[in-house]
């Protein structure tokens, strides 16, 4: 019984290897915003960004983060000739949303660094930002900054 059960398990892992096929060039890079980090490839061509098996419309709804996500491009002028499949985690969506711009821009900078990097730094999408959420100190109260309550007299 536990044979036949391993011959099917390993005739699945072989369907699996075989199913990859070869895949086309692109460029990797990670961007990185609160706790949130996206891993991005970039591909030459005219299909959709997809963030998390998910188009980045459907992912980041709303037009305020539209003009966002393609600020990379459209500073580029790169708008149409690119797409990108991205994995995003942490974070909230805010969080999540700044990471992929980071690392679109830094994709977009690896890819032609010639004529990108200038642009991207002057509107500043290759900046890391760093702000992050403060730690809770011990003895303190609940949050980061509060202070225990103190007696009157």
Same mark, same amino acid.
């Given at each position: ?10 005739? /699945?892992?072989?369907?699996?290897? =075989? ?26 061509? /005219? +299909? /959709? ?16 983060? @539209? ?11 790169? +708008? ?12 909230? =969506? /805010? ?18 660094? +010639? ?5 991207? =730094? ?24 509060? @202070? ?6």
């Amino acid at each position: 019984m536990r044979t036949n059960l391993r011959r099917k398990m390993a005739k /699945k892992r072989k369907l699996v290897k =075989k199913s990859r096929g070869r895949k086309k060039p692109c460029v990797y890079a990670v961007g990185r915003r609160k706790k949130a980090i996206a891993r991005v490839r970039l591909f030459k061509g /005219k +299909e /959709k960004t997809l963030v998390n098996d998910q188009p980045i419309e459907k992912y980041f709804p709303g037009e305020v983060a @539209k003009v966002i996500y393609f600020k990379p491009f459209q500073v580029t002028q790169t +708008e149409g000739k690119y797409y990108a499949t991205i994995r995003v985690e942490g974070s909230g =969506k /805010k969080g999540q949303l700044g990471a992929v711009i980071h690392g679109l821009a830094r994709a977009l900078d690896k890819e032609n660094p +010639e004529l990108h990097h200038q642009v991207l =730094k002057k509107n500043k999408l290759l900046t890391r930002d760093s702000r992050m959420k403060e730690r809770r100190k011990p003895g303190l109260a609940q949050k980061a900054r509060a @202070k225990k309550q103190s007696p009157k007299r």
